[in-house]
């Protein structure tokens, strides 16, 4: 049996049937099976993952019982076996049907002979196959070609033309490039170009942030350059948090809703390890993350500690300098990361949401000092939870004035999608 797509198998089975993180499945059967290929796992994986809805809907046109009351073997062996014909030209037609049927003999005992057929029948019929129809539903035919549930689709429209929400959508299924944040606390740009390079990766400058690089190549965080603090990974959009801060040496930092602490860290790497900053989380398990990263990376100015992001810490009112709030979202913006997030459904969560991201911002805005900087971002692209909670923020606090906002697009910019919000408390009120 191929270890590879055994590996793919378990992974795509806990994430559909045990609601596992895609990365975090990955790893774990990547470890566990030790296939001689990752990055073919990561392919297959990520690729169906990526194509959930248009698997589905494809089977649908060869099943006549159709994908809803399938099992979950059964489905995810159709699924891999499809997109392997379909997508993976390294793939030979024999090998996806042959090692699916392996597969099927195994984990889906007296299916095998259903998955076989199933497969061949794609082969034949592959070109029959066609999407719903652009002219009578827009929302339809990019929600199937793309694999993203109708709603996201219907919000993008409404802020973009077709044609711009289609660049989204295809810029969202694509793999995105490792990009590192150098520590420079420890190294310098051209040291650590250099000693990468030494190492057989390939080094390319970042377009958005002067400490990004983008890598290619394999074993990245098992070198000993990461082991010794050397860099971060983090996504050029996520840096840009800590850019648009401007935090100085000797500032008081208060970091809300902190975990997993990549922007925590970066704003204490810009601050030379000096002043103090204070990160927080409700979960007290994530902050443990944060301080063992401190650690590797040589920074000593974070204290973390537990607290409900939503109420008022009244020792430190007016305390800090500087103050990030990054919400809990709906993570639109790194559907590229995590695939998963495409199949949301639309529920009444989603829809308070903005509510308690904006009890989130007035609450922590009681720690800036006067003159001092609020900032305000999301991982996701979705005007109800950005510029609709900063302007409702603006209306109902007056001493707070917007300097600058941004938000960053895949397929512009070439990053995750986030929105960053810069705001600046008075010094006096008129």
């Not at 995590?338 to 509510?355: G, W």
């Not at 001092?372 to 999301?378: A, E, F, K, P, R």
């Amino acid at each position: 049996m191929d270890a590879n797509r055994k590996a793919a198998y378990f992974t795509l089975v806990d994430v559909e049937s045990k609601k596992s993180y895609s990365n975090i499945a990955l790893n774990h059967h990547i470890k566990l099976s030790r296939p001689n290929s990752p990055a073919f796992v990561r392919e297959l994986v990520y690729g169906v993952l990526e194509n959930k809805m248009l698997l589905d809907y494809i089977i649908d046109q060869l099943v006549p019982t159709g994908t809803a009351k399938m099992r979950v073997n059964d489905l995810v062996l159709l699924r891999m076996g499809i997109y392997q014909l379909s997508s993976m030209d390294s793939v030979p037609e024999y090998a996806a049907v042959n090692e699916s049927v392996i597969l099927a003999k195994k984990y889906a005992k007296g299916r095998e002979g259903f998955i076989n057929a199933v497969l061949r029948h794609y082969i034949k019929s592959k070109d029959l196959i066609n999407l719903p129809d652009r002219r009578k539903d827009e929302v339809s035919y990019l929600s199937t070609k793309y694999s993203y549930e109708p709603w996201i689709v219907e919000l993008w429209l409404d802020q973009y033309t077709p044609e711009f929400v289609e660049e989204m959508l295809k810029a969202g299924n694509k793999t995105p490039e490792t990009t590192i944040r150098l520590n420079w606390l420890k190294v310098m740009k051209p040291d650590l170009i250099r000693q990468l390079r030494e190492r057989g990766y390939e080094v390319e400058e970042g377009k958005v942030c002067e400490n990004a690089l983008h890598v290619k190549g394999s074993g990245l965080l098992e070198t000993a350059l990461y082991k010794a603090g050397l860099f971060s990974v983090q996504d050029e959009a996520s840096m840009l948090v800590s850019v648009m801060m401007e935090p100085q040496h000797g500032d008081v930092v208060m970091d809300l809703c902190a975990a997993p602490g990549g922007k925590t860290l970066a704003i204490a790497e810009r601050m030379n390890n000096t002043g103090k900053i204070y990160a927080s989380d409700v979960y007290k398990r994530k902050l443990t993350q944060i301080d063992n990263e401190a650690k590797r990376l040589g920074i000593t100015n974070i204290e973390t500690y537990t607290w409900d992001a939503t109420k008022i810490n009244s020792e430190m009112v007016e305390k800090a300098d500087k103050v990030l709030v990054d919400v809990p979202c709906s993570g639109l913006g790194v559907v590229r990361r995590k695939p998963e997030i495409k199949y949301k459904k639309y529920t009444e969560e989603l829809d308070t949401l903005p509510q308690k991201q904006l009890a989130i911002l007035s609450a922590s805005s009681a720690y800036v000092k006067p003159g001092g900087v609020l900032i305000y971002s999301t991982c996701t692209i979705n005007p109800y939870e950005n510029q609709r909670v900063t302007s409702e923020f603006l209306r109902k606090n007056k001493s707070f004035r917007k300097e600058e906002s941004i938000q960053l697009l895949p397929n512009v910019n070439g990053t995750d999608g986030f929105y960053i919000c810069k705001m600046r408390k008075e010094n006096n009120l008129v």
